[in-house]
């Protein structure tokens, strides 16, 4: 059996913290089953938002008439983008692998592991198949992969999830997806921007369910012009015959509390399609751990139990990322990285601070968001005030014929307690509010006290959070 000193599952974001370790002298051990560079660089942020961009390409030339601008798209190589940005992720992959490989001080174990004691690892399959590896510290960085809903006859179906769709080098002529939240947003605007018709079928009210209720509504108001849109529906069968792919939906009527609800014995919808994508979420890969093991304990969903420092229940052993499920976003899991280095080597422990964790659909229209959202500060019967500023009222937002807004959420004190966007740019415009809650003061006086460049975009977050603001729930200007 290996001993080192440091070990992570996973290649992702938990190889920022083996780097550093291995900065620091100690031996170090990488766990992974699949391409190097975790979900991120292989199967999810990176090749997604690569062949959006492409879609946002074709989109702004289709929309040149309304600019009086002449042009035609005389061709559109669809499985030459797919292949480039495959070949290119796939180059990205083997460099990380290959340096790992070169490395004096890392030694790579490639294919699943498992755990068989304390901070001790077995390679169950793949190429080192049947080493052993134990460690003084174990990161556990393993990710998630795709939820497959429990609907009836979809183990008969030759379905599609995110990692197969982004491969897909031909567009299907129409394009059911099951699932309304980010990915089947982004998916569905890829594909249904390059020809395929796309029918939405979410088990929520809205689209996006995560951002803020104003937004949400817009952009499935906005999708709905689009493609044919089913919210508040959730598939209950599904079959394919002669190239067909059929889905029967009914209505969806969540409880209440801790009650989730469940299907309405009502009318239902039946939608059919070429290809079926199925994008209702992620579940966290802790049940190909064998964490009993470890001594690592999981919630209720099965996603890692740690401490406000990212350690769990085992001694030695740490988790971070998707795996942990506080926030499955690429930008939370670096966040983390950081703190567990920290914590690992530095003089004393620190909580992660997830104030100001902000999210980003890179669809269209684009979302962003952070902080609180409306309904919650509701739910919480918390004093608060809000602003809504649309991106035309902007010489900029104007001249681009831009159909979007901007919401900001404070309290009466004027400390900023959320922004959220619909609209071109959003992530971008978001970041100005992420610094100013994160290292500003976190109140509107960061904002409108900055110069902003006239004019810019930025004005838009600018005229956001300046003049008169409601008071949720009625009463008083603030």
């Given at each position: 059996m290996d001993e080192v000193d440091f070990l992570v599952i996973g290649s992702g974001s938990g190889l920022d913290v083996a780097n550093v370790a291995a900065n620091q002298g100690l031996s170090v051990a990488v766990v992974e089953k699949g391409p190097l560079g975790g979900t991120c660089l292989n199967r999810g942020c990176i090749p997604s938002k690569m062949l959006l961009y492409h879609a946002d390409v074709l989109e702004t030339i289709e929309r040149a008439g309304e600019f009086h601008i002449d042009a035609d798209v005389a061709d559109v190589d669809f499985s030459a983008i797919v292949r480039e940005v495959n070949e290119e992720v796939r180059a990205d992959s083997a460099s990380i692998r290959e340096g790992l490989r070169s490395s004096p001080r890392h030694d790579l174990y490639e294919g699943e592991g498992r755990f068989v004691d304390e901070r001790t690892v077995e390679i169950v399959s793949g190429e080192d198949e049947g080493s052993r590896v134990q460690a003084e510290t174990v990161l556990i960085a393993a990710g998630t992969r795709p939820v497959i809903p429990d609907i009836d006859g979809i183990e008969g179906v030759n379905y599609l999830t995110s990692t197969e769709a982004l491969r897909f080098e031909t567009p299907p002529d129409h394009l059911v997806i099951v699932g309304g939240g980010y990915i089947a947003a982004e998916l569905g605007h890829f594909f249904g921007t390059f020809g395929s018709d796309v029918t939405i079928v979410g088990r929520r009210p809205n689209l996006l369910p995560e951002a803020d209720e104003e937004v949400a509504d817009a952009f499935t108001d906005r999708y709905a012009e689009r493609f044919t849109v089913h919210t508040g529906h959730a598939a209950t069968a599904v079959s394919e015959a002669d190239g067909t792919v059929t889905v029967e939906a009914h209505p969806y009527e969540y409880g209440e509390g801790d009650d989730e609800g469940g299907v309405v014995d009502e009318d239902s919808v039946t939608v059919t399609g070429d290809e079926l994508l199925v994008a209702a979420g992620r579940t966290p890969n802790t049940d190909r751990l064998d964490l009993d093991s470890a001594g690592v304990e999981t919630d209720a969903r099965g996603f890692v139990e740690t401490d406000e420092y990212l350690r769990t229940t085992a001694d030695g052993v740490?988790?971070?990322?998707?795996?942990?499920?506080?926030?499955?976003?690429?930008?939370?899991?670096?966040?983390?990285?950081?703190?567990?280095?920290?914590?690992?080597?530095?003089?004393?422990?620190?909580?992660?601070?997830?104030?100001?964790?902000?999210?980003?659909?890179?669809?269209?229209?684009?979302?962003?968001?952070?902080?609180?959202?409306?309904?919650?500060?509701?739910?919480?019967?918390?004093?608060?005030?809000?602003?809504?500023?649309?991106?035309?009222?902007?010489?900029?937002?104007?001249?681009?014929?831009?159909?979007?807004?901007?919401?900001?959420?404070?309290?009466?004190?004027?400390?900023?307690?959320?922004?959220?966007?619909?609209?071109?740019?959003?992530?971008?415009?978001?970041?100005?509010?992420?610094?100013?809650?994160?290292?500003?003061?976190?109140?509107?006086?960061?904002?409108?006290?900055?110069?902003?460049?006239?004019?810019?975009?930025?004005?838009?977050?600018?005229?956001?959070?300046?003049?008169?603001?409601?008071?949720?729930?009625?009463?008083?200007?603030?």
């Open positions: 740490w988790a971070l990322g998707d795996v942990v499920g506080e926030y499955l976003l690429k930008h939370s899991a670096n966040h983390e990285a950081q703190a567990v280095a920290r914590n690992l080597f530095g003089d004393e422990l620190q909580a992660v601070d997830y104030t100001a964790m902000p999210f980003a659909v890179f669809a269209s229209p684009e979302v962003a968001g952070v902080g609180a959202r409306e309904e919650d500060l509701r739910e919480a019967d918390r004093e608060y005030a809000t602003r809504t500023y649309r991106y035309d009222e902007t010489a900029r937002g104007d001249a681009m014929k831009a159909d979007g807004f901007l919401k900001a959420i404070i309290d009466l004190d004027g400390e900023i307690l959320g922004c959220h966007i619909i609209g071109p740019e959003a992530s971008n415009l978001l970041q100005e509010v992420v610094v100013a809650m994160n290292a500003g003061s976190g109140t509107v006086q960061d904002i409108r006290e900055s110069v902003h460049i006239h004019p810019a975009l930025s004005e838009v977050v600018q005229r956001g959070f300046s003049g008169q603001f409601s008071r949720g729930g009625g009463g008083h200007t603030h």
